[in-house]
């Protein structure tokens, strides 16, 4: 079954402290980084050792904050 997780971290950019927070759909929490990891890689050029996870929980979709993660969830 697939769940909704939220992340919340920070990552180190031209010098800068930048925070994040990431809502994504992933069938464990393991995945759930591996996506973040991918994701945040791919978009923002940042290796993976520059990535710093501070918290991730799983909610519930309808708690999600992201419009199109409750979408996708059907917990509009």
Not at 22 to 32: C, G, I, N, P
Not at 36 to 52: A, D, E, Q, T
């Amino acid at each position: 079954m697939v769940k909704t997780f939220r992340i919340e971290g920070w990552f180190k950019h031209d010098g800068n402290r930048q925070r994040f927070t990431k809502e994504m759909r992933s069938m464990s929490k393991e995945d759930a980084i591996e996506c973040l990891y991918s994701k945040m890689g791919s978009k923002h050029g940042i290796k993976r050792n520059s990535i710093h996870i501070s918290e991730i929980e799983e909610i519930k979709p309808k708690k999600a904050k992201n419009p199109r993660i409750r979408e996708l969830a059907g917990g509009r």
